[in-house]
């Protein structure tokens, strides 16, 4: 029979390969054995946040994070389910938490800001995204959310570089090449916006914001029909997209389809 340790990183090999199952079934029979045992309560919580079954990820990752009270890691990772539940009060007050206990966590900075961020508490997050990227510059994900923050904040050639920052770091990055493009189109350099959003589409066929915002794109060049058929494709992936449905309308007015 494995040991508990080689137990464990058998689970944890499983997780990294992206065998989730099989790493969910062998932390279960951990905890059937060592109901205590933190490590395997702790992936098992990862797990479930990472597959939508937030309120029993809240559960594994409390009970970690509360027996844990010195872990940093423990903390973040509860905090990123109050984040998906949109407790983001709680999850800030998590990520302060990990913070303290670590202040060059990277991760913990830009789960921050994105808490942040989600409060409109633009400035301190623009600030927290800072501080990850001083402490990790390869963060291509924190460059995309700085871009982000940047562009509310009207700081619009400060977000470009942000977006070309990240995709530097990430060339695949489908939702920087669709920021990147609306930014540009926000420039008045629709030629360049729209060979942003066609990369983010490439990358991304299903992205249904991107084909608006490549309709929106299309319509101030007067390519009409073209936009129509962008918006129409976004409103077959999103039926609910009420922007997407609106800016069809202004398509369809453009062609003289009054009718339609």
Known sequence: MPSLTETLQQAGALYQAGEWQGAEQLCASILRLHPQQLDAMKLLGIIAAQTQRAPRALDLLGRVAAARPADPFAHNDYGSVLKLLGRFEEALQSYEQALQLKPDFALAH????????????????????????????????????????????GRLEEAL??????????????????????VLQELGRLEEALQSYERALQLN??????HNNRGNALLKLGRFEDALNCYDRAVELNPGYVKAVGNRGCALQGLGRLEE
Request: aromatic share 12%; hydrophobic share 40%; charged share 20%.
């Open 110 to 153: 830009s789960n921050r800001a994105d808490a942040l961020l989600t409060l409109g508490r633009f400035d301190e997050a623009l600030q927290s995204y800072e501080r990850a990227l001083q402490l990790n510059p390869g963060y291509a994900e924190a460059h995309l959310n700085r871009g982000y923050v940047l562009q509310v904040l």
């Open 205 to 210: 066929p299903d992205y249904a914001e991107a």
């Open 161 to 182: 570089q942000s977006y070309e920052r990240a995709l530097q770091l990430r060339p695949d990055f489908a939702m920087a090449h669709h920021n990147q493009g609306y």
